[in-house]
T-cell receptor
Framework: DSGVTQTPKHLITATGQRVTLRCSPRSGDLSVYWYQQSLDQGLQFLIQYYNGEERAKGNILERFSAQQFPDLHSELNLSSLELGDSALYFC????????????FGEGSRLTVL | AQSVTQLDSHVSVSEGTPVLLRCNYSSSYSPSLFWYVQHPNKGLQLLLKYTSAATLVKGINGFEAEFKKSETSFHLTKPSAHMSDAAEYFCVVSDRGSGTYKYIFGTGTRLKVLA
């Protein structure tokens, strides 16, 4: 158990809908990272937060947004969903900013029909 | 610029034979290096890490890796493969480039273990 909790584990929705994925980092970890993993694109970095502030953006679509709250949990919002957004979404946390080991959650599997 | 190259996208070994998963990196500073394992439909789990201490790093489940600065390599090895080792393996670098640290992931190596 990594200590990183992601909900929901599975989500099935329709095109055009909006979903929110939630991540609780390991106790004390200030950095949260979101990744998308799909069969055709592999593991892609989406966005990173550190102590409530956005610190880095990767290949995140404009339809996607995220935030980190004062209690350090994070949410990834995916809107106007398309079939191609079907993927496994991982959250990871680390104690420091981009250094030290990353601890990954079990992921949220999103299926868009 | 920092980069990570996993030289094999797929590796197949027989159970009980050695495993070698290759990783080369490019770094301007002193990187930290990690190997992660991902079993199907699971999150990534840390196998081992190098953070400028001993160059031979031992990890969980009998895996180890050697940091070779002259070859810019961090290959993952295991003396004897087990069926449960079948998974995808990611080499990751944490490095300070352009003033800020960032994580760079390799594209992954899928290990198949044959009975």
């Amino acid at each position: 158990d990594s200590g990183v909790t992601q909900t929901p584990k599975h989500l099935i929705t329709a095109t055009g809908q909006r979903v929110t994925l939630r991540c609780s980092p390991r106790s004390g970890d200030l950095s949260v990272y979101w990744y998308q993993q799909s069969l055709d694109q592999g593991l892609q970095f989406l966005i990173q937060y550190y102590n409530g502030e956005e610190r880095a953006k990767g290949n995140i679509l404009e339809r996607f947004s995220a935030q980190q709250f004062p209690d350090l949990h994070s949410e990834l919002n995916l809107s106007s969903l398309e079939l191609g957004d079907s993927a496994l979404y991982f959250c990871a946390s680390s104690a420091l900013l981009n250094t030290g080991e990353l601890f990954f959650g079990e992921g949220s599997r999103l299926t868009v029909l | 610029a920092q980069s990570v190259t996993q030289l094999d996208s797929h590796v197949s070994v027989s159970e009980g034979t050695p495993v070698l998963l290759r990783c080369n990196y490019s770094s301007s500073y002193s990187p930290s290096l990690f190997w992660y394992v991902q079993h199907p439909n699971k999150g990534l789990q840390l196998l081992l890490k190098y953070t400028s201490a001993a160059t031979l790093v031992k990890g969980i489940n009998g895996f180890e890796a050697e940091f070779k600065k002259s070859e810019t390599s961090f290959h993952l090895t295991k003396p004897s493969a087990h069926m449960s080792d079948a998974a995808e393996y990611f080499c990751v670098v944490s490095d300070r480039g352009s003033g800020t640290y960032k994580y760079i992931f390799g594209t992954g190596t899928r290990l198949k273990v044959l009975a």
